[in-house]
T-cell receptor
């Protein structure tokens, strides 16, 4: 799977929007962009995924650049419960074999009350 | 409630004493997998299973065994644990293909 680059850490104030960036300049046309997060002392948790178009769900929005070389996870109104490490992961949509997720170092998001 | 459960959550053991960490999912998922998480190394896959009786090695399989006799269960077996297997272990499951993966709460293992 292609590599992603994320900032090591970010801070945001509670109840404000958070934009978490991810660069994936070597993304291929069949790579899906997935986001997972890991809250303290818990297993990773799926957040959202997309291919080309922007996506929304109850947890977050995913904005994908037109050239697909970068994407942004948007938390519309951060709460203390959103403090976690956020991972941006690329998954080849055509490689049907091991479903392994390749976790990088992610972005540690701190929410300031 | 859809979930992946692991037992035990915490385990302290001694070198060489065989142990099993259980993993169970209630979502009828075909795919199951084990990861270990270590500081500075992130999550690394140990073994995975595409369905009953179908298992294969991940990136760090040495010292581990698995079995998949039933669809819902995927136990991780350490036949002769060593201190370098001290880690946080996660089980995951998903529908095939490319479903979102559900992770268990983790098992913190210490081998002395």
């Amino acid at each position: 799977d292609a590599k992603t680059t994320q900032p090591n850490s970010m801070e945001s104030n509670e109840e404000e929007p958070v934009h978490l960036p991810c660069n994936h300049s070597t993304i291929s046309g069949t790579d899906y962009i997935h986001w997972y997060r890991q809250l303290p002392s818990q297993g990773p948790e799926y957040v959202i995924h997309g291919l080309t178009s922007n996506v929304n769900n109850r947890m977050a929005s995913l904005a994908i650049a037109e050239d697909r070389k970068s994407s942004t996870l948007i938390l519309h109104r951060a709460t203390l419960r959103d403090a976690a490490v956020y991972y941006c992961i690329l998954r080849d949509g055509t490689n049907f074999g091991n479903e392994k997720l390749t976790f990088g170092t992610g972005t540690r998001l701190t929410i300031i009350p | 409630e859809a979930q992946v459960t692991q037992n035990p959550r915490y385990l302290i053991t001694v070198t060489g004493k065989k142990l099993t960490v259980t993993c169970s999912q209630n979502m009828n998922h075909e795919y199951m997998s084990w990861y270990r998480q270590d500081p500075g190394l992130g999550l690394r896959q140990i073994y995975y299973s595409m369905n009953v009786e179908v298992t294969d090695k991940g990136d760090v399989p040495e010292g581990y065994k698995v079995s998949r006799k039933e669809k819902r269960n995927f136990p991780l077996i350490l036949e002769s644990p060593s201190p370098n297997q001290t880690s946080l272990y996660f089980c995951a499951s998903s529908q095939l293909p490319r479903g979102e993966q559900y992770f268990g709460p983790g098992t913190r293992l210490t081998v002395t």
